[in-house]
């Protein structure tokens, strides 16, 4: 896992745990909270996941792994109580999918309050969980929300960091549209 743009796609899945800097004001046409940097000289990194086109990905690429993966700001594991059965197969050597989505139903029962729990549920696999790229828990939060009122729509999309019993906004889009009426015979 590796955060900022580096490796987004194996540090994004579904949320992780990991420490930030604090946050900073940007963005243009809407409203966003970026998390600050250090020194005026690093180079702009992308937030998002659209935005890895910036380093050299195609937006076929992109698009394959929007459902998988969001750029966090620093190294996070991937929750194995949160990430996707193809995230799971992907993060653990010698997990194959057909393993994952068992783990998956699994934790829908009950969720994995230690990495030993799932290692215990694939015995047979030579697959094993590495404390450094995978956890039970995470920092940051991914939330939408949409606000209606007749045909005036408001969404909000975020990313929420949370260290003990503070929560950060890290970055925060906002957007507006009308809904047409209905067509009438």
């Known amino acids: 896992a590796a955060g900022g743009a ?7 899945a579904a949320g992780a745990s990991g420490s930030g800097s ?6 243009t046409g809407g409203s966003g909270s970026t998390e600050g940097s250090e020194s005026s000289n690093t180079p702009l990194m992308p937030q998002q996941l659209s935005q890895l086109t910036w380093l050299g990905l195609s937006p076929d690429t992109v698009a394959a792994l929007e459902p998988y993966a969001i750029v966090l700001p620093v190294p996070t594991p991937v929750n194995i109580n949160t990430a996707s059965a193809e995230v799971l197969a ?4 010698g997990l194959d999918l057909a393993s994952a989505k068992r783990l998956v139903v699994q934790r829908t029962a009950r969720f994995f309050a230690s ?18 790229q995978h956890s039970v828990g995470s ?6 929300a949409r606000l209606r009122l007749d045909r005036i729509w408001v969404q909000e999309h975020s990313l929420l960091k949370r260290d003990g019993a503070q929560v950060s906004v890290v970055w ?3 957007g507006v549209g009308t809904t047409p009426p209905p067509n009438k015979p």
């Open 6 to 12: 580096a490796g987004a796609a194996g540090a994004a």
């Open 22 to 27: 604090g946050t900073g004001t940007s963005g």
């Open 90 to 93: 992907a993060s653990v050597p």
């Open 115 to 132: 990495l030993a729990d799932a290692r215990r549920l694939i015995p047979e696999s030579t697959a094993q969980f590495n404390e450094v």
């Open 139 to 144: 920092s940051y939060f991914e939330v939408i």
């Open 172 to 174: 925060r889009e906002r």
